[in-house]
């Protein structure tokens, strides 16, 4: 085989066979295949697609690429939840305790942020003395014992991706279905887990613009995981401003220990954040064993849903998902204490009110621009290198459809970079639309699309 004649095959539109696609996928990742190869391939399958059959080839292809870990060991349907990534997005530090508190195993693996969105390791991270580096052996011990681990993916996990990644990241061949599409699956794939549900997000701070693009991603995975034999479903939710009041890190893990400590309806956790925790719950306990036995077998979809519904919002309101959020932290090398005690945790040196300049209300805002206004006061990264500020961010006080008056306080910078302020603040003031009419505001929850 020679790669020369598989991008002229791509180049005229032609069907590549998974022999073809595990040649490209294998060679490039040991060095046979040279980048210039490599990019004119990929140019030619953003230009002509891949079919569903030459999409699952490119994912196998990919998450075979290196080690596959094997959590057979782990009784039941092991669970994981993976979301394509915006702003403000704490999800799974709220999830994760809660599904374990109900017995049902959450084996997860996370990435870092990177431009305007952040990642759920920067965040655990930030906790003192939390790793997130840990090995294969002790992630699956975790699993079993306290019943949700979640660890940063290691370089030998579907590294062909990581390899292809940084070559479409340089040749403007990212946004393509079948590409993003099976990056993301090769990943969860060789990650272990039976059941994976996805949070495409949809909006200005995320990958998928609108909601058409979202559920085009969504099918295709969903159809990836249904030809490589795993429960994959999906939800489509909204990413046009920032989930929570929070961007950042530490700041993020208080918001998300914070939902734990005072349930889902309290005032002091924010709604739309509260909603997807509640949904991407709900959505994992019907993809888990918890209804396996017999005597449910006569229970209603709704009846199940709402079921479901009732043993996630028990979960938090006795206590026991934050009983559960120790245990995690513990296990993984942290100081548990910080979910009692949040002065624990890195706190900025300068602290710094932003008020607004204008009445009205808020119509829109350009929510990448608030994860690069937050990344300026230290909380993301640029390159991949980069060192990040565990204790900078943004407090966001307001949403969109609220009113907001001259003068009154808008949002918290945190930082300890007393010159980033200026720049963060201007970036963060007109990344916000005012309007003088108030706007009905989105539902957080757009679709959810099950696996028949
Ligand atoms: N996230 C990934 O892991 N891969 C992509 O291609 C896009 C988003």
């Given at each position: 085989?020679?790669?020369?004649?598989?991008i002229?095959?791509?180049?005229?539109?032609?069907k590549?066979?998974d022999?073809e696609?595990?040649?490209?996928v294998?060679?490039?990742?040991?060095g046979s295949?040279?980048?210039?190869?490599?990019?004119?391939f990929l140019?030619a399958?953003?230009c002509?697609?891949?079919?569903?059959e030459e999409?699952?080839?490119?994912?196998m292809?990919?998450?075979h690429?290196?080690?596959?870990?094997?959590l057979?060991?782990?009784?039941g349907?092991k669970?994981?939840?993976?979301?394509?990534?915006?702003?403000?997005?704490?999800?799974?530090l709220?999830?994760?305790?809660?599904?374990?508190?109900?017995?049902i195993p959450?084996?997860k693996?996370?990435?870092?942020g990177?431009?305007?969105t952040g990642?759920?390791?920067?965040k655990?991270?930030?906790?003192?003395?939390?790793?997130?580096?840990i090995?294969?052996?002790?992630f699956?011990?975790?699993?079993?014992?306290?019943?949700?681990?979640?660890?940063?993916?290691?370089?030998?996990?579907?590294?062909?991706?990581?390899?292809?990644?940084a070559?479409?990241d340089?040749?403007?061949?990212?946004?393509d279905?079948?590409?993003?599409a099976?990056?993301?699956?090769?990943?969860?794939?060789?990650?272990?887990?039976?059941?994976?549900?996805?949070?495409?997000?949809?909006?200005n701070g995320?990958f998928?613009?609108d909601?058409?693009?979202?559920?085009?991603l969504a099918?295709?995975?969903?159809?990836?995981?249904?030809?490589?034999?795993?429960?994959v479903?999906?939800m489509?939710?909204d990413m046009n401003?920032?989930?929570?009041?929070t961007?950042g890190?530490?700041?993020e893990?208080?918001?998300?220990i914070?939902?734990?400590k005072?349930?889902?309806d309290?005032?002091k956790v924010?709604?739309?954040?509260?909603?997807?925790?509640?949904y991407v719950?709900?959505?994992?306990?019907?993809?888990?064993?918890?209804?396996?036995?017999?005597?449910?077998?006569?229970?209603?979809?709704e009846?199940r849903?709402?079921?479901?519904e009732i043993l996630?919002?028990?979960?938090?309101?006795?206590?026991?998902?934050?009983?559960?959020?120790?245990e995690f932290?513990?296990a993984e090398?942290?100081d548990?204490?910080?979910?009692?005690?949040?002065?624990?945790?890195?706190?900025?040196?300068?602290?710094y009110e932003?008020?607004?300049?204008?009445?009205?209300?808020?119509?829109?805002?350009?929510?990448k621009?608030?994860?690069?206004?937050?990344?300026?006061?230290?909380a993301g990264?640029?390159?991949?290198?980069?060192?990040i500020?565990?204790?900078a961010?943004i407090?966001?006080?307001?949403?969109?459809?609220?009113?907001?008056?001259r003068?009154?306080t808008?949002?918290?910078?945190?930082?300890?970079?007393?010159?980033s302020?200026?720049?963060?603040?201007?970036?963060?003031l007109?990344?916000y639309r005012v309007?003088?009419?108030?706007?009905?505001?989105?539902n957080?929850i757009?679709d959810?699309l099950?696996?028949?």
């Amino acid at each position: 085989m020679r790669m020369y004649d598989i991008i002229d095959k791509k180049k005229y539109k032609k069907k590549l066979s998974d022999e073809e696609i595990s040649f490209v996928v294998e060679g490039y990742t040991k060095g046979s295949i040279p980048d210039y190869q490599m990019a004119a391939f990929l140019m030619a399958v953003w230009c002509n697609g891949m079919d569903e059959e030459e999409t699952l080839s490119l994912t196998m292809a990919m998450a075979h690429s290196g080690d596959m870990l094997d959590l057979s060991m782990i009784p039941g349907t092991k669970v994981d939840k993976h979301s394509t990534g915006g702003v403000g997005d704490k999800t799974t530090l709220s999830v994760g305790p809660i599904i374990a508190s109900l017995g049902i195993p959450m084996a997860k693996m996370s990435g870092r942020g990177l431009g305007h969105t952040g990642g759920t390791i920067d965040k655990l991270d930030s906790i003192p003395g939390f790793s997130s580096d840990i090995s294969d052996e002790r992630f699956i011990e975790i699993v079993k014992t306290v019943g949700f681990c979640d660890a940063a993916q290691t370089k030998d996990l579907a590294p062909a991706d990581k390899k292809i990644y940084a070559l479409r990241d340089v040749t403007a061949t990212v946004d393509d279905y079948s590409l993003i599409a099976s990056s993301i699956m090769s990943k969860k794939i060789a990650s272990g887990a039976d059941a994976i549900l996805l949070d495409v997000k949809c909006g200005n701070g995320a990958f998928m613009q609108d909601r058409e693009s979202a559920l085009k991603l969504a099918e295709c995975m969903m159809n990836i995981g249904k030809l490589a034999g795993r429960k994959v479903n999906c939800m489509i939710t909204d990413m046009n401003e920032p989930l929570g009041k929070t961007v950042g890190n530490s700041i993020e893990v208080i918001e998300a220990i914070d939902l734990l400590k005072y349930g889902f309806d309290s005032h002091k956790v924010d709604k739309r954040y509260s909603d997807i925790v509640l949904y991407v719950c709900r959505e994992l306990v019907l993809m888990s064993d918890v209804f396996k036995d017999e005597k449910y077998n006569d229970m209603t979809e709704e009846e199940r849903m709402n079921e479901a519904e009732i043993l996630v919002r028990g979960a938090v309101d006795s206590g026991r998902a934050l009983e559960k959020m120790k245990e995690f932290i513990a296990a993984e090398g942290g100081d548990s204490n910080v979910v009692n005690d949040e002065s624990l945790l890195p706190e900025a040196e300068f602290k710094y009110e932003v008020t607004f300049d204008r009445d009205g209300f808020l119509e829109g805002v350009d929510t990448k621009e608030v994860g690069m206004a937050s990344l300026i006061l230290g909380a993301g990264r640029l390159k991949k290198e980069d060192d990040i500020d565990p204790a900078a961010g943004i407090r966001l006080l307001k949403h969109l459809g609220d009113e907001v008056k001259r003068g009154e306080t808008f949002a918290y910078l945190y930082t300890n970079k007393k010159e980033s302020i200026e720049e963060a603040k201007q970036r963060l003031l007109k990344a916000y639309r005012v309007s003088k009419e108030s706007n009905s505001t989105k539902n957080v929850i757009i679709d959810i699309l099950r696996q028949q």
